[in-house]
């Protein structure tokens, strides 16, 4: 039992099996009686107009671009952080070279507009 | 069978039908739903082999990011979220080949070779292997480079996606 | 004795011992025990969600001068029974052309999410579910499962306004994760571990606090976001969309989402206590034993419950333009510059006696040029407005 992640394993089925036993229940006392009104689509009483997919920004996208790198960096930066005080200070200052080489394509990005809301 | 081989093999099943049926579903949300439990998966592997950090950075990275990417994506592109036709074309039978093919070609060479059945040697129970790893990323004379271009290769994606966007946006 | 000192591991092995005896492998008995332990545990964290939507209620009424629940027993404290009895007998409609498999998934994966953090949640020394030493990812990593939950509820309802509130979501918890997980870099920075129980050690001398109340600042702001409380409650924009991306939840699976939201900023407000408050430590009081050391951990968590719960019921929503600027330019930047600082500044002093002065000012200089560096900007903003003739409203945009 060297493993911690058997535990995890345990947590995230009963983790599963709590809502799913609590959904069943419901769905056992519920009573059950569909009828078209019941299940047309919910827009404040106004009869739906045309399906359910929208136009979205292409901004959105843009800003889970910038998400991912960042997100890729602070994975990196983690080792970095843990290991810093068993380590000369210049591996300080190469941590800190990696966060401005990434800080410098949020300015770009920011002075291209792509932070923008438009 | 112990234990152990019994996971793997529930995971293995659990990696290899879910990719499956990325490649079949009809529905495009459904194949990045699909995909997200290949993922969760590999996570799952990585865990077993005692590899916290490579789990999490998995689900982070790949689940918590890419994926999510790739639903936006669908998102706005698509406006009906479904192939209309078939996901197999004509050349099914030669593609189902290549594939037997390449199986069986890595099952020959795996099976010669001998690192296969080598043993990891058993870590101390005192050793934190993610401080370790920070000390491999910045040791001159281990893995500084690759880490420190892996920031310009991040930029370089940044900048990329950025000057792309901006074409987009004057067209 | 030797119960009060260390409960978990007396109930393990008594209970080890008693499955053992009946010829069971020690392998199995443990994960026989881990099942049962998890069953209670969850059990446990299940019942202090129904206590908490009594909690909520009852705050939120007083703070907008009400009285709250109080016919159901003493100060309606049984309200929330009715509630879930409510709950488990209102018909659940699937509406017209929803995806079902994803419709019924996705209160599954919110609620789940909540409850994994609490696996590493250090309560007292050893009343810790698992000390993972990947901490700090593992608690990002059931941040995204909970990013997940909320696009496949939008998604499958079949709905323009769950569809729109799960996209406003997801960007909103995707940009805020990025500070957050600084602040947890600076934490880590300074405990030199990634695991909760390292972190709640490293702050037998001074809580992170005082080391660095910026990241606290920092890591409370994104919170809030991630749980997409108010301020950041666009994503259920009463006015705008309805409730966002659980429009079309009715009943259980409804309250599932409810309760997983109480739930996780419970949480929060607990990962607050551990990082920046010294987790179980109260000025020596947790010397009495783990289970008091416990009960002061939940009394904490409880207080930044209720802080993010004042934040809430006093701050109104803001703009999604704001928020994502906010965000990208002004809390990010601002996040790895204090990330920065303090390897820098904690790295210069380690093992000195200077460290936790020295890393105090360097947040107080750094949170003064901020400020310093937000007026100059502004007045240059305003001065430009002025000058051009044009609304003052974009001006504030920063």
Redesign the interface.
């Known amino acids: 039992m060297q493993n911690p992640w058997i535990y995890v394993g345990i947590f995230v089925l009963v983790g599963l099996l709590i809502p799913i036993a609590a959904i069943a229940i419901a769905a056992i006392l519920g009573p059950k009686k569909p009828n078209a009104i019941k299940q047309s689509t919910y827009e404040c009483g106004i009869e739906t107009v045309g399906d359910s997919w929208v136009q979205f920004k292409a901004q959105y996208y843009i800003f889970g671009l910038v998400f991912l790198v960042f997100d890729v960096e602070t994975v990196f930066l983690f080792p970095w952080a843990v290991s810093l005080n068993s380590l000369p200070l210049f591996a300080v200052f190469e941590g800190i070279i990696f966060v401005l080489i990434l800080l410098a394509g949020l300015v770009y990005a920011w002075k291209k507009g792509m932070l923008e809301w438009v | 069978m112990t234990f152990t081989q019994v996971l793997f093999l529930i995971f293995a099943a659990i990696i290899l039908g879910s990719a499956f049926m990325v490649v079949t579903t009809k529905k495009m949300i459904h194949a990045a739903f699909w995909l997200i439990t290949t993922l969760f998966g590999v996570a799952a592997l990585y865990a077993m082999l005692n590899a916290g950090f490579l789990a999490m950075v998995q689900i982070v990275v790949y689940v918590g990011a890419i994926a999510i990417l790739f639903i936006f994506a669908i998102m706005l592109t698509r406006k009906d979220l479904r192939d209309s036709d078939t996901p197999l074309n004509k050349n099914w039978g030669v593609a189902a080949l290549i594939g037997f093919l390449s199986f069986g070609g890595l099952l020959t060479i795996l099976n010669n070779w001998t690192g296969l059945l080598k043993e990891a040697p058993e870590l101390s129970s005192g050793m934190d292997t993610i401080s370790d790893l920070g000390v491999a990323l910045l040791s001159p004379n281990a893995y500084l480079l690759p880490f420190e271009v892996a920031s310009v290769l991040l930029l370089a994606a940044l900048i990329g996606s950025v000057y792309v966007a901006n074409q987009a946006k004057s067209e | 004795m030797e119960f009060w000192k260390d409960p978990i591991t007396t109930i393990f092995d008594s209970l080890l011992k008693s499955f053992t005896s009946g010829g069971m492998t020690?392998?199995l008995a443990?994960?026989l025990i881990?099942?049962i332990g998890?069953?209670a545990f969850?059990?446990f964290a299940?019942v202090l969600d129904i206590f908490l939507v009594w909690v909520e209620r009852k705050v939120v009424a007083r703070f907008q001068d009400r009285l709250g629940p109080n016919r159901i027993g003493p100060f309606g404290i049984f309200q929330p029974f009715a509630d879930i009895v409510k709950?488990?007998?209102?018909?659940?409609?699937?509406?017209?052309?929803a995806?079902v498999v994803?419709f019924?998934l996705a209160?599954?994966f919110s609620?789940?999410s909540v409850?994994?953090l609490?696996?590493i949640m250090p309560f007292a020394p050893k009343m810790v579910?698992?000390?993972?030493?990947?901490g700090?990812?593992?608690l990002?990593?059931a941040?995204?499962?909970g990013?997940?939950s909320v696009?496949?509820a939008g998604?499958s309802?079949?709905?323009?306004?769950?569809?729109?509130g799960a996209?406003r979501t997801?960007?909103q918890m995707?940009?805020y994760?990025?500070p957050m997980?600084?602040a947890l870099?600076v934490v880590?920075?300074l405990a030199?571990?990634?695991g909760a129980v390292g972190i709640v050690e490293a702050q037998e001398a001074v809580p992170f606090i005082i080391l660095s109340p910026l990241a606290f600042l920092i890591f409370l702001i994104s919170a809030i976001a991630e749980l997409g409380r108010s301020p950041f409650d666009l994503n259920e924009a009463e006015s705008e969309i309805?409730a966002g991306f659980h429009?079309?939840y009715t009943?259980?699976?409804f309250?599932?989402f409810y309760a997983g939201e109480l739930l996780h900023s419970f949480t929060f407000g607990g990962f607050i206590a551990l990082l920046f408050f010294g987790g179980h430590r109260l000025f020596g009081l947790e010397n009495l034993g783990p289970l008091v050391g416990a009960l002061i951990f939940m009394g904490k968590a409880l207080f930044f419950y209720w802080v993010i719960m004042w934040v809430k019921y006093t701050v109104p929503r803001i703009r999604?333009?704001h928020m994502?600027?906010f965000n990208?330019?002004f809390l990010?930047?601002l996040a790895?510059i204090l990330?920065?600082v303090t390897?820098?500044v904690?790295?210069?002093f380690?093992h000195s006696p200077w460290l936790a002065p020295a890393l105090f000012i360097s947040n107080i200089l750094i949170a003064w040029l901020t400020i310093e560096y937000l007026k100059s900007h502004a007045r240059k903003e305003r001065d430009q407005a002025e000058a051009s003739g044009s609304a003052p409203a974009t001006a504030t945009q920063h």
């Open positions: 020690e392998d443990t994960v881990y099942l998890i069953l969850i059990s299940m709950l488990l007998i209102k018909e659940d409609i699937t509406p017209f052309g995806d994803l019924n209160p599954i609620l789940m409850l994994l609490w696996a579910g698992v000390d993972l030493n990947v700090m990812l593992y990002v990593a941040g995204s499962i990013t997940l696009i496949m998604w309802s079949n709905n323009k306004y769950a569809l729109m996209f997801v960007a995707v940009s994760e990025i997980v600084a870099l880590t920075v030199g571990t990634m309805v429009t079309e009943g259980m699976k309250g599932l999604v333009d994502l600027a990208w330019k990010t930047p790895f990330l920065m390897a820098l904690g790295r210069i380690l």
